[in-house]
């Protein structure tokens, strides 16, 4: 048992110094440089993608779709019947509730003989109108999502071919597997780093569209209870007009 054990470690030690003198530590540097051109598109793949991740924590936020401040004061002007105060109120506020706003308000001030539905109707599509960009933003980090791993697949095959292609040149040759190692070793680290970006950029794609979602229902909640109000004081003109007009039979009576 002593003398197996002996042998064992002997070996293990042997094949570790071996290892370490044939197989030398790279860095991540050397990494780099061994997938060769094609990290080049992948880096910018990466760049990018942390680029859409902080652009999206910092934008797709409540605040820039429908904030409270803005809901109370609109609440109260709409139940004054303040049209152009509301107005003047969504031309300072930057929100995507108050551009439905604006965009209504716009219209019933341009055409005041519109009816309640056809401006129930510009404010649904100028709604869907912002949803639907809301959407499409964060589309970009789902495109890297597929493209790096894509290009990963390019670099594999570009490494393939170097290898055989270098193993044709030198038929023969004693150094054809470390030859055939460096194709191989491009195409493993290309196909590695095309998979790494896409994981991550799909995984804050999922992330961010579970969000613009969230923030979709908080819209459509608040243009709702705008469209509601504006209802509300948009009925009250004919019950005013006609209280001030007397009836028919009263001015018989006169």
Same mark, same amino acid.
């Given at each position: !048992?002593?003398? /197996?054990?002996?042998? %064992? ?12 003198? =044939?197989?030398?530590?790279?860095? %991540? ?8 051109? =094609? !990290?080049? #598109?992948?880096?910018?793949? /990466? ?23 803005? !809901? ?31 965009? !209504? %308000? ?12 056809? @401006?129930?109707? =510009? ?15 964060? $589309? ?8 790096? #791993?894509? %290009?990963?697949?390019?670099?594999? @095959?570009?490494?393939?071919?170097? /290898? ?19 194709? =191989? ?21 999922? $992330? $961010?569209?579970?969000r613009v979602q969230s923030l979709i229902s908080d819209l459509e909640a608040a243009s709702t209870h705008l469209l509601s109000l504006f209802a509300m004081s948009f009925d009250k003109k004919p019950r005013e007009s006609a209280r001030r007009r007397p009836s028919a039979d009263e001015d018989d009576e006169y």
């Open positions: !048992m002593k003398t /197996s054990a002996c042998v %064992l470690a002997a070996l293990t030690t042997s094949s570790s110094v071996y290892a370490q003198d =044939v197989i030398p530590s790279k860095s %991540l540097f050397d990494l780099i440089q061994t997938g060769g051109w =094609v !990290m080049i #598109p992948l880096g910018f793949a /990466s760049v990018l993608t942390v680029m859409l991740v902080l652009i999206y924590l910092v934008t797709l936020r409540r605040g820039a779709v429908v904030s409270r401040e803005y !809901m109370e004061t609109a609440a109260a002007l709409l139940k004054k019947r303040d049209y152009l105060g509301l107005l003047a109120v969504s031309n300072r506020h930057n929100e995507a509730v108050a551009r439905i706003a604006r965009r !209504m %308000l716009d219209f019933t001030t341009t055409n005041p003989g519109a009816s309640l539905e056809v @401006v129930r109707e =510009v404010a649904e599509t100028e709604g869907g109108r912002v949803a639907n960009a809301l959407n499409h933003r964060i $589309f970009y980090l789902a495109d890297v999502g597929m493209l790096a #791993p894509m %290009l990963g697949l390019l670099g594999t @095959v570009v490494g393939i071919i170097r /290898s055989f292609g270098e193993l044709g040149k030198k038929a023969g040759d004693a150094s054809q597997p470390i030859l055939l190692a460096q194709g =191989v070793g491009q195409a493993l680290v290309t196909t590695a780093a095309g998979i790494l970006i896409g994981i991550v950029a799909m995984a804050f794609y999922a $992330f $961010f569209r579970g």
